[in-house]
């Protein structure tokens, strides 16, 4: 298709200066060179149509039709002069676009290549992040199911109760041979627990349960400063040896909290399963932490800081149940209430610190003084309940003259003070005295009031 362009345009400027010397031979007369100037046009054309070298040569041979039409006496030499000039000027122009033209398509096309270059370059970039996405979203899934799966911790609020739970949460989400639990109370070790995997061959019966030396573990626990840890056998043999580790890995980690720790070994895990499980650790130690403080809130929640003794609430729904369990087995039992004598005056003579003393001294004398089935609370101020179990009103006078005799055998030491204190107390019987637990706390209320009136230091019976 060049090449025919190329003849054309040849054929085209020949056309040209033949149709000039026509008219010069058969019009003599005429403006017959006016054609010529048709040659400058097609030369501005020709850069886009002819090479260089066919350029040049168009050029020069128009040139010599010039100086032979200068010869003719057509043209004089200032003619040629010009039509040279405005075929070079015009072809140069042209050429010098395309050149300047090509350059900045070249400077494009590198633009344009650099970056397409660096857009693959993202595109593989992103698809290596897609991928990355795809693993992180998978363990996401995973490490969320093992959070949800913890949370199902959250109900259990008992320290053994957890303990089964751990078991059976390790035994449903993670693959190993044997898992032991090493309890801690204030920094001493106190219990541990084991749990193994039944394999082909064995029925996994307690019989089976792999135990291991808690002993030398927590030794070597020590020299790592109680901190986690994943070890293989090659890697620490004696100790494996020592232990009585059956697995060829096991990993340790702690679970810290105020009173109460635990570290977990689990035997024959892999290091995919340690990193995983140190997801779920912190969970564990504030579900660890929230049985312990449960614990010590029902505790607290019970007793009295002071004394040590039951509250009152507990202390009337223990009554309640009590007329229940009589009521159905048609038992009896009975109830005391003992009163410090002369309290308030020993709290205006001595103060409330010595007070307080004398509060928790007595009430100390009368639980050592009574049975384990017996309860002793604190019903208000300086006044305390005792429930007998099973217990008629004869034997319950007895009990009750023997903890009026603890506490007035002998003075109490209350900082710097001694001082002699006595009870008073009044005894009321299920259902002689009364069949409901107000009725019974009334009874023995106003045979305690009857103690009072008659020199106090004293037992009466309702």
Request: proline content about 2%; hydrophobic content about 45%.
């Amino acid at each position: 298709m060049l090449r025919i362009r190329s003849v054309a345009l040849f054929i085209v400027n020949a056309a040209v200066l033949l149709a000039s010397l026509t008219c010069h031979v058969y019009y003599p007369r005429s403006d017959q060179y006016l054609a010529l100037f048709v040659v400058p046009l097609l030369c501005i054309v020709a850069p886009y149509i002819l090479t260089l070298p066919l350029t040049v040569l168009l050029i020069a041979g128009n040139i010599l039709f010039f100086v032979f039409y200068a010869v003719i006496g057509i043209l004089d030499t200032v003619d040629v002069f010009i039509f040279a000039v405005l075929l070079v000027v015009s072809s140069g122009i042209n050429y010098l676009v395309i050149v300047i033209r090509g350059k900045i398509c070249f400077q494009k096309k590198r633009d344009i290549d650099r970056r397409e270059r660096e857009y693959n370059s993202i595109v593989k970039e992103l698809e290596g992040i897609e991928r990355k996405g795809r693993i992180v979203e998978r363990e996401l899934a995973r490490i969320s199911r093992l959070y949800e799966i913890t949370k199902q911790l959250s109900s259990v609020l008992k320290f053994n109760d957890l303990l089964s739970a751990v078991f059976d949460f390790l035994e449903n989400n993670f693959k190993f041979r044997t898992a032991h639990l090493l309890v801690f109370k204030k920094g001493v070790f106190t219990q541990g627990f084991t749990k193994s995997i039944p394999e082909e061959g064995r029925n996994g019966s307690k019989s089976d349960e792999e135990t291991i030396n808690y002993k030398a573990l927590v030794s070597y626990m020590k020299k790592k400063e109680f901190k986690q840890f994943f070890l293989e056998r090659q890697d620490e043999k004696k100790l494996f040896e020592s232990a009585g580790i059956r697995s060829d890995t096991f990993f340790v980690y702690p679970i810290f909290v105020e009173d109460i720790s635990t570290v977990l070994v689990i035997e024959g895990a892999n290091k995919l399963g340690y990193n995983r499980f140190g997801i779920v650790v912190p969970q564990m130690a504030l579900e660890l932490r929230k049985v312990e403080l449960y614990e010590k809130v029902e505790e607290l929640s019970i007793v009295d800081g002071l004394t040590g003794v039951y509250l009152r609430r507990y202390l009337m729904d223990r009554l309640e149940e009590e007329v229940d369990r009589a009521k159905r087995l048609k038992l009896t039992f009975s109830v005391g209430m003992i009163d410090i004598d002369h309290f308030k005056r020993c709290n205006d003579t001595y103060g409330h610190l010595v007070g307080d003393a004398v509060l928790k001294e007595v009430a100390g004398r009368l639980k050592f003084s009574v049975r384990e089935v017996d309860m002793i609370a604190r019903y208000g101020g300086e006044e305390f309940c005792v429930v007998l179990p099973e217990t008629t009103k004869d034997l319950a006078a007895t009990v009750a003259e023997r903890l009026r005799a603890s506490v007035a055998a002998s003075e109490i030491k209350a900082f710097n003070e001694k001082i002699k204190i006595t009870v008073s107390a009044g005894i009321a019987t299920y259902p002689a005295d009364g069949d409901k637990v107000s009725s019974l706390i009334e009874a023995a209320d106003t045979a305690l009031y009857k103690a009072k009136r008659q020199g106090r230091n004293r037992v009466m019976m309702a």
